[in-house]
Antibody
Framework: QIQLVQSGGEVKEPGASVKVSCKVS????????ISWVRQAPGRGLEWLGW????????KYIEKIQDRLILTTDTSTSTAYMEMTSLTSDDTAVYYC???????????????WGQGTPVTVSS | SYELTQPPSVSVSPGQTARITCSGD??????VYWYQQKRGQAPVLLIS???ERPSGIPERFSGSTSGTTVTLTISGVRAEDEADYYC???????????FGGGTRLTVL
């Protein structure tokens, strides 16, 4: 059974950093990439970035690429998303999603984590 | 930056056909994926690579493409289909992925 299990909700002050984990099971971790997607309250889905655990390649959306750090730990089959210099605009539910092992790879299906709420408030 | 355009809302009566469009300049060259998201839940992939249905997705969901517009068609709409629908694709230079703004389907 394929599962992506994310870490729990976080509350952070503006200017702080947050690191969300996504532990994978049920498939070879390095055979697929991981995308990160967020959804602010009442808003749509926003794709943030992608990482390939196999080759370490990353892609980010331009507007937050200087604040977003995607990493993986193949020894524990865990992907991490770290976002720095948080503002209230970063308040959202953050999802990890199984994606292609190459950025251009197509997928037949995907799997989503349960989501991690991140609240940025003073 | 590259954008995908969806209508904000679509309304249909039960049993009718709903069509949700997604427009983008790169769509003739990039695949589109369609997602359904019900309130409080993670999105579910309905259509991959423009027209393919993943295992377990009902046949009433289908995808089609024509130039810079792709369409999600829901035939014989049911009350349970009321949800938000998103298209997702990739920019022409394969630098990032992008979601459409989402379409809320209301079943009257």
């Amino acid at each position: 059974q394929i599962q992506l299990v994310q870490s729990g909700g976080e509350v952070k002050e503006p200017g702080a950093s947050v690191k969300v984990s996504c532990k994978v099971s049920g498939y070879p971790f390095t055979s697929f990439g991981i995308s990160w997607v967020r959804q602010a309250p009442g808003r749509g889905l926003e794709w943030l970035g992608w990482i390939s655990p196999h080759i370490g390649d990353t892609k980010y959306i331009e507007k937050i690429q200087d604040r977003l750090i995607l990493t993986t730990d193949t020894s524990t089959s865990t992907a991490y998303m770290e976002m720095t210099s948080l503002t209230s605009d970063d308040t959202a539910v953050y999802y990890c999603v199984r994606d292609g092992v190459l950025f251009t790879a197509t997928i037949d299906t995907d799997y989503w984590g349960q989501g991690t709420p991140v609240t940025v408030s003073s | 930056s590259y954008e995908l355009t969806q209508p904000p809302s679509v309304s249909v009566s039960p049993g009718q056909t709903a069509r949700i469009t997604c427009s983008g300049d790169a769509l003739p060259d990039q695949y589109v994926y369609w997602y359904q998201q019900k309130r409080g839940q993670a999105p579910v992939l309905l259509i991959s690579k423009d027209t393919e249905r993943p295992s377990g997705i009902p046949e009433r969901f289908s995808g089609s493409t024509s130039g810079t517009t792709v369409t999600l068609t829901i035939s014989g709409v049911r009350a349970e289909d009321e949800a938000d629908y998103y298209c997702r694709s990739t920019d022409i230079n394969n630098n990032y992925k992008v979601f459409g703004g989402g379409t809320r389907l209301t079943v009257l």
